[in-house]
């Protein structure tokens, strides 16, 4: 009788098959360690005391370094010289004040003031508190008229949200 043997390039499908088999009953196994430790904690009346055992039942991993304290909210409502400075690179908020260290705003809200394409096919909108923006992704689905409520709030990376009324982002950046 002849033993069937699997293609050499068949090889990487079938590794990969045996991994994610093995992969997904890995985390069930641990799952059902963690339940089985936080169940006998679950049943203490005593709330100092069962927080003391989940504790103990599941230990905090050890940093490096101290933990950073959670930075409050940002209250959208700001007095108008902090708005002013929203969006604003650190060499342009230097030129506008001497003190560039003052916190900033996590997002603004203006009303559409102006909006115009541009050549390049982005768009350039004005609002009613002298900011103007410029589009940096071309996207379709983004369309305001003067009048418009828009949001302007911090993204990844340094970059700007601007969120339509209709709920729809695009990246932007300031210009002014």
Not at 32 to 40: F, I, Q, W
Not at 62 to 80: D, G, H, L, T
């Amino acid at each position: 009788m002849m033993k069937r043997l699997i293609p050499v390039a068949h090889l990487p499908v079938a590794l990969a098959a045996v991994f994610i088999a093995l992969g997904s009953a890995v985390p069930d196994l641990a799952a059902a360690a963690d339940h089985s430790k936080g169940a006998k904690c679950a049943v203490i009346d005593d709330p100092t005391a069962r927080l003391a055992c989940f504790d103990a039942a599941f230990p905090r991993p050890s940093r490096a370094s101290s933990p950073e304290p959670a930075a409050a909210p940002v209250a959208v409502e700001k007095p108008a010289a902090e708005t002013r400075k929203f969006g604003l690179s650190d060499k342009q908020r230097a030129a506008l004040e001497a003190k560039p260290a003052e916190p900033e705003l996590g997002e603004t809200m203006a009303a559409v003031k102006s909006v115009r394409k541009l050549p390049s096919g982005y768009w350039l909108i004005g609002l009613d508190n002298d900011q103007v923006w410029q589009q940096t992704e071309i996207d379709p689905n983004i369309w305001l008229r003067p009048g418009d409520q828009v949001t302007i709030r911090r993204a990844s990376m340094g970059s700007y949200l601007l969120v339509t009324p209709a709920q729809y982002s695009t990246r932007v950046r300031r210009l002014q």
